[in-house]
């Protein structure tokens, strides 16, 4: 899946964002890299804005980031997403619902012995279980201990409670959950918020996968708000680096250390400058004044 083409071939659902690839901001700290002015900050904030057109009757969003299949990305996207909207002053919770693979809690640099797992069988509360994410506002409710039964307590009745309470708390609940062709779990979770964002990998992703990923979306009834195309590669110019994120909107940025023109381009503006200057100056123009 490379396009909004590619996309379009499969799912009416809009494209929210197209996040490039960068391996350096992917692992640095991101309540840093988010507030810094760069490329990848910016297509955060710009998924950020779309988010706020999707669902717009409802006041409270509860959203399921997943993919069709693991290492698309769905942990990284649903994790800046949530600070890049904590950021912008909006009262938010991010929640691992990973139960297998969770990741939340290392890319934060959070406590992992509580979270979702220890609220769902009763030993914590959810206020005992809400970690604040460094200066952003965002809080946080990791994993907690991987269970045997994963998929069970997803779909339990604790479950539909908890996520009730975060939806009556927080303006945005971001739910981390696993890929959507492998195990059930991002379903169970889909059909009991507000719809889904999916992850697709650039290059990676085929439409059949996107194709069986949505199916299991419709099978319970489940709303996909739009997709995210993930690890989209730098593109370079002769004038710096372009993004473009496939909804009409581009953000330029040019290096310092940028390519120099050719001798052609050099040529070419030299031919410019020299025709703007004789229509400036036409010939007899000076001897008249």
Not at 81 to 90: D, E, K
Not at 160 to 186: G, N, S, Y
Not at 233 to 238: D, G, L, M, T, V
Request: charged share 20%; glycine share 8%; proline share 6%.
């Amino acid at each position: 899946m490379t396009s909004q083409e590619g996309v379009s071939a499969v799912t009416d659902a809009p494209i929210l964002g197209n996040i490039q690839s960068d391996k350096d901001a992917a692992d640095s700290e991101p309540e840093a890299v988010l507030e810094d002015i760069t490329p990848w900050a910016e297509t955060f904030r710009v998924l950020r804005t779309n988010m706020q057109y999707v669902q717009v009757d409802s006041e409270t969003k509860t959203v399921v980031v997943s993919s069709s299949l693991p290492g698309e990305g769905k942990s990284t996207v649903a994790t800046n997403l949530a600070v890049t909207l904590a950021l912008a002053g909006q009262k938010v919770c991010l929640v691992d619902a990973d139960l297998r693979r969770p990741q939340v809690a290392g890319r934060l640099g959070l406590d992992d012995a509580v979270g979702t797992t220890r609220v769902l069988v009763g030993q914590l509360s959810l206020e005992d279980s809400l970690q604040a994410y460094g200066a952003t506002g965002l809080q946080v409710l990791t994993s907690g201990p991987i269970p045997p039964n994963p998929s069970e307590l997803l779909q339990s009745h604790s479950m539909a409670e908890l996520l009730a309470q975060l939806h009556k708390r927080f303006e945005v609940v971001i739910v981390d959950a696993p890929p959507l062709l492998p195990v059930t779990d991002a379903a169970l979770l889909a059909a009991q918020a507000d719809g889904v964002v999916i992850v697709v990998k650039h290059g990676k992703t085929t439409r059949d996968q996107l194709t069986h990923a949505i199916e299991r979306l419709e099978a319970v009834e489940a709303a996909t708000l739009g997709v995210v195309i993930n690890l989209t590669p730098q593109r370079r110019s002769s004038r710096g680096y372009g993004y473009g994120y496939g909804y009409g909107y581009g953000y330029g940025y040019a290096p310092q250390d940028a390519p120099a023109p050719s001798k052609r381009e050099l040529k070419k503006e030299r031919k410019k400058v020299s025709a703007e200057a004789a229509r400036s100056h036409p010939p007899g123009a000076r001897r008249k004044a």
